[in-house]
Structures are given as C-alpha cells and as structure tokens.
C-alpha cells in the first residue's frame, strides 16, 4: 500500500519557486531547498524528480501566472496600452525590493544555451510576449496610431529586447530615470 504524501506539493513548489526566483538555480543547492520546503530530500525526489526538474517545474509554475497577452489584446486604441503595458513592467522593477527581477530574465542568464529544454522555455516565453506586442502593434497601424510604413515585427522586437534590458537592469540599477526615458524613446520611435 502506498503511503500518502505528508506535504503539500503545491506549497512545496511555492515555496521553491521562491527560492529559484531570489537565489538561481545554482545558487540553490539540495540542502538549501530541504530546509526551506521542510521535507526530505527523499521526498523532493519522489515527487519532483529532482533539482533540475523542480526548478523547470518552478519556471512553468512562473510563466503560467504571467499574462501578457490581455493587456495587450483589450478592445481600444492599441498605442496607450503597450505604453501602460510599457509602463507596467518599469513599475514592476522599482517596487520590487528584493531585486529578484524576472525569473525568465535570470534563467537566461543563469543557463544561457546550455540547457535546450531550459532554452526552449525561455524562448518560448520571449516568442509569446513579442507576439503579443506585434499583434498590438499591427492594430495600432491599422488604427492609424502609427505610420502605415513600419513594421509591428520589427517594432516588438525592439521592445522585447527594451523589456528584458528594464529587466536586467532592474535588478541591479533601477534607476526611475533612466527606465522611464528609455520606454519615452522607445515609444517615440514606434510613432515616427
């Protein structure tokens, strides 16, 4: 007969991703995480499989909470909401106090390309945050709000790479200043 588990794997995975999100994965090691789950390391076997795979677990748990897409997509002038969407993210860096930026931000530092699957997540997200803002963008040339001679892909792009720059940034430097003027040129680039 199976025993039944004495934890709550959902707490369990809260609790890591807070861990992974502040620390890294490599600044996380298997003690760290029984102390600070509270279980046996027997039992973070049994139900994650391990370090490498609770922390894809972690990351999934992350991104399945993040919503780009619906701030982007609402019914309306696209322009003014990338720019609060813009607007959000800056937000979101200067009042976060631990400094732990985004989680897929310092994946892809953390690994880089050495893990594909890790690689593919993160890629993954990028690819669904530029898509949505191309999407945005695409409406706001048709609204008019942009000239009709730039491209919305190339445009998101330059403000993926702007994002993940607030984020790196962020981390380390939140400078108000310089946050806020680098999303004004960028949305002055968008519009000219």
Known sequence: MARSKEFDPEAALE???EMFWERGYEGTSMA??????GIARASIYGTFGGKRELYLK??????ARRDVVSPLSQPGRALPALRAFLDAYVAECLADE????????????EFGSRDAVVSRKVAASWTELETAMAAALVRARAQGEIPAGKDPHALARL?????????VLGRADPDPRRLRDAVDQAMTAVQI
């Open 15 to 17: 609790k890591a991703l």
């Open 32 to 37: 760290d995480l029984v102390e600070h789950l």
């Open 58 to 63: 972690a990351l999934e748990l992350y991104l």
């Open 98 to 109: 631990l400094r732990r930026g985004c989680m897929v931000v310092n994946t892809a530092v």
């Open 159 to 167: 403000l993926l790479v702007l994002l993940q720059g607030i984020r």
